[in-house]
């Protein structure tokens, strides 16, 4: 059988890097963290933590990322390749037509959780920073192209319910659910980019999901157009989320 290639589309200060751990702690999987990140900061001369560190570290030509993640051979004992792809990385200038070679499917958050999340280590949110927009274009390609629906998940439902939304998930994906997908030992992985130490603290103190508690800071004024703009599109991809019913809570 060929390696399954699973691009896991969020946008920043989602659960994504949790939900990295959950795969890379399966032995069948070999998992990559934001292969676009320093092409994105290269192109866009945005100012992000470690920026200079993290071109220096990495890839900064897109067609060269896609042709890894698209097509070079895993390691043996590797079946999974697990992506973690961050929608506001996929500029214009990047030809989509690689999204046929991966299987493509899609983690959300809430969008006021999200810009608050943001903003305590970036102050100025766009839309653009927070993905939202580039996410949805990507779900509507890929829907198009392939004629089915791509998985989608709520990141508020796998901290609810980690085992039965990823084992939803895993079925759609038509992988097996791995049980040490629940629970990984804390601490760096030498898979983490070089951005770590800006973004990582909490999931480096994790061993698991940890349980969803609300949130009830508001967005501030000035941020409520983002908020607006970003809460339709969410709603047009909460539609079709995967949701696990009290079977498989118990399950």
Known sequence: MPPIRIAMWSGPRNISTALMRAWENRPDTLVHDEPFYAYYLA??????????????????????VMEKVAH????????????????????????????????????????GEVINSYRKVRPD?????????????????????????PPVIDSRDVLENPRGTLKLLCDALG???????????????????????????????????EPYRPKDEPVPDELHGVLAEAEEIYQELYQFR???????MLG
């Open 175 to 209: 992988v097996l659910f791995d049980e040490r997908m629940l629970a990984w030992p804390p601490g760096p992985r030498a898979s983490d980019g070089v951005w770590a130490r800006h973004w990582y603290a909490a999931v480096e103190a994790s061993t698991g999901f």
């Open 72 to 111: 070079a051979p895993l390691p043996p004992g590797k079946s999974i390749y697990y992506q973690k792809q961050m929608t506001h990385h996929m500029l214009d200038a990047i030809d989509l037509g690689w999204l046929g070679a991966v299987t493509n499917c899609f983690l959300l958050r809430a969008p």
């Open 125 to 149: 949110v766009t839309l653009f920073d927070i993905g939202f927009a580039q996410q949805l274009r990507i779900f509507r390609r890929v829907r198009e192209e392939t004629g089915q629906i």
């Open 242 to 248: 995967l949701k696990a019913g009290d079977d498989e």
């Open 43 to 64: 192109e866009t001369g945005i100012d992000h933590p470690g920026r200079e560190e993290i071109i220096a570290a990495d890839e900064t030509d897109w067609q060269r």
